[in-house]
T-cell receptor, first 108, second 115 residues
Framework: DAKTTQPTSMDCAEGRAANLPCNHS???????VYWYRQIHSQGPQYIIH???NNETNEMASLIITEDRKSSTLILPHATLRDTAVYYCIAYNTDKLIFGTGTRLQVFP | KAGVTQTPRYLIKTRGQQVTLSCSPI?????VSWYQQTPGQGLQFLFEYFSETQRNKGNFPGRFSGRQFSNSRSEMNVSTLELGDSALYLCASRNLGPGKNYGYTFGSGTRLTVV
């Protein structure tokens, strides 16, 4: 599985868009980019995933660069409840390999 | 639709004891994976079961074992507990099969404390 690199922490003002970057320069052609988040002491929650095209659902948008070496998760209007650790994972096999993730702090 | 259910939510055990944790997957999900989460090591994959067979295993000692029943419920067992086994143990299920490979749904975890 490809290794992903994310910033350790980020801050975002409530109501603003939160843009969380992820580098996956060694991703292979059949590996998907998955995003999960974990709110303190709960199980990780699936957010979104994509292969090549940009994706959007009710929670977030995922922008994947054309060369697939990086992606950005966008929370369009961050709320305090979005404070969590966000994990970007390159996945095509039998297990999710979690990195250290980005700790997003949304402030009032 | 019920989510992934893990029991118990909290557990305190003594060094040297053994423990069994339980996981009931989402109805229809036949794949169950287990993860260990500690402050030092983060989230680490333990193993995955599908149709009662272990199909993948992480880098953990043999003290960690698991099994899956015909109804897809899974248990994991840790024998000869060590202080370092204190962690949040997470179970995840997914709908895996021909033409299906969807994302994992995680339970809330079992917090194990070894004293």
């Amino acid at each position: 599985d490809a290794k992903t690199t994310q910033p350790t922490s980020m801050d975002c003002a409530e109501g603003r868009a939160a843009n969380l970057p992820c580098n996956h320069s060694t991703i292979s052609g059949n590996e998907y980019v998955y995003w999960y988040r974990q709110i303190h002491s709960q199980g990780p929650q699936y957010i979104i995933h994509g292969l090549k095209n940009n994706e959007t659902n009710e929670m977030a948008s995922l922008i994947i660069t054309e060369d697939r070496k990086s992606s950005t998760l966008i929370l369009p209007h961050a709320t305090l409840r979005d404070t969590a650790v966000y994990y970007c994972i390159a996945y095509n096999t039998d297990k999710l390999i979690f990195g250290t993730g980005t700790r997003l702090q949304v402030f009032p | 639709k019920a989510g992934v259910t893990q029991t118990p939510r909290y557990l305190i055990k003594t060094r040297g004891q053994q423990v069994t944790l339980s996981c009931s997957p989402i109805s229809g999900h036949r794949s169950v994976s287990w993860y260990q989460q500690t402050p030092g090591q983060g989230l680490q994959f333990l193993f995955e079961y599908f149709s009662e067979t272990q199909r993948n295993k992480g880098n953990f000692p043999g003290r960690f074992s698991g099994r899956q029943f015909s109804n897809s419920r899974s248990e994991m067992n840790v024998s000869t507990l060590e202080l370092g086994d204190s962690a949040l143990y997470l179970c995840a299920s997914r709908n895996l099969g021909p033409g299906k490979n969807y994302g994992y749904t995680f339970g809330s975890g079992t917090r194990l404390t070894v004293v």
